[in-house]
């Protein structure tokens, strides 16, 4: 119809697949403002499905099972998609099964979403180190190394992806204030505080609309400056402007599943079940 082309042909609609890491302190909504803050996204709209603990192979059966609230999502036409697996997983062997599991899932949610542009969004090492895998991720850099070449190995599988670097802005805080990086946490030492939240959508809108992270609004009440701009010299350190920011996907029409019905409008956050990660 017309009038629906005119209301969201020129809007960039963002999906994010993760879990609480991608759930935690609202990043959708911080998001969707930092994305409409730079000129070219400014009918940005940002949604999430969030489940507790998930894998990007969990994900996969969600959306080839009986879940009928992301297969309907997911058959959605998207500008981008951002997926987030399980927090340890990307890291762990080539042979491990979790790891194989994942990436098997990976090839399958590349198979069924419908997406002009595919991101990673690559997580960060626990604060000090996983106690549940101490040989393996011992320390928060080794953790890093790990997860950051399991990332890349997925970009692979998955025909050149984007890799959003988050673990890598976290990895930078680390090396030049290690009292800084230990407030990107929550007090478990893995989940993202605010601060940490805020790092992740600084990092997004960085790749996506290569804005300035200044344009980021701070989510948060009584932001410390110091802490904020730390957080935002990081990311311009391992993401440094380019001199043309990339023009944004642009679709006309409605959002429509790929057989061509309309699906109206989506909450903008499903989350999904109740383990924990």
């Keep these: 119809m017309w009038w629906c082309a005119m209301a969201l042909g020129a809007d960039q609609q963002v999906l994010l697949v993760g879990n609480s890491y991608t759930a935690r302190n609202d990043l959708r909504s911080t998001l969707q403002s930092g994305l409409q803050a730079h000129p070219d996204w400014q009918g940005a709209t940002v949604r999430a499905v969030a489940v507790p603990g998930a894998t990007l192979a969990e994900h996969a059966r969600r959306a080839t099972g009986d879940d009928d609230d992301w297969q309907q999502t997911l058959a959605l036409s998207w500008d981008v998609v951002v997926f987030q697996d399980q927090s340890q997983v990307p890291g762990f062997p080539d042979d491990h099964p979790a790891r194989v599991d994942s990436i098997a899932g990976l090839q399958t949610l590349l198979e069924l979403v419908s997406a002009d542009r595919v991101v990673l969004f ?40 984007e890799v959003a670097p988050v673990g890598e802005v976290f990895r930078d805080v680390h090396g030049t204030d290690q009292a800084l990086h230990a407030r990107l946490y929550e007090t478990d030492g893995s989940h993202p505080s605010p601060l940490g939240s805020y790092a992740v959508a600084t990092t997004l809108v960085r790749l996506l609309a290569e804005g300035d992270p200044a344009v980021v609004p701070v989510p948060f009440d009584e932001p410390v400056a110091d802490e904020v701009e730390g957080v935002r010299a990081a990311v311009r350190r391992v993401l440094p402007a380019a001199e043309e920011p990339p023009a944004p996907p642009r679709r006309s029409g409605c959002a429509t599943t790929r057989g061509g019905a309309w699906l109206g409008w989506l909450p903008p956050v499903f989350l999904l079940g109740r383990r924990r990660l």
Excluded at 132 to 159: C, I, K, S, W
């Design 122 to 161: 690559q997580t960060w090492g626990r604060r000090d180190g996983d106690r549940d895998n101490p040989e393996r991720y011992a320390t928060f850099p080794a953790m890093q190394d790990h997860l950051t070449a399991g990332y890349a190995a997925y970009a692979e599988v998955a025909g050149g992806a």
